[in-house]
């Protein structure tokens, strides 16, 4: 199995302030688009694993993430994100 990782933090090693990003890159996140929808077999989808409070940051009406696994990962037990994945 093939594992990539894609981590973007800023100078402090920030990954994000109040539910946003501390910055704006347009290319960052089409970069990050490409890079987690596109696969060698299109019989394959990419997972992508984010926090609770990522999940909740994203627009409800980009949740979840198209042509993805979405994995939503928390301590809080009895969430329940399946009405929305």
Do not use: Q, Y
């Not at 894609?6 to 994000?16: E, F, M, P, R, T």
């Not at 409070?53 to 399946?82: D, M, Q």
Request: hydrophobic fraction near 40%.
């Amino acid at each position: 199995m093939r594992m990539n990782i894609i981590v973007a933090l800023d100078s402090v090693n920030g990954i994000g302030k109040d539910g946003t990003l501390p910055w704006n890159l347009p290319r960052d996140v089409a970069h990050f688009n490409s890079m987690t929808t596109k696969t060698s077999d299109p019989n394959k989808r990419n997972a992508v694993l984010m926090g609770r409070k990522v999940w909740e940051s994203i627009p409800a009406k980009w949740r979840p993430l198209k042509g993805r696994f979405n994995v939503v990962l928390s301590k809080t037990v009895g969430l329940n994100f399946c009405s929305s994945m």
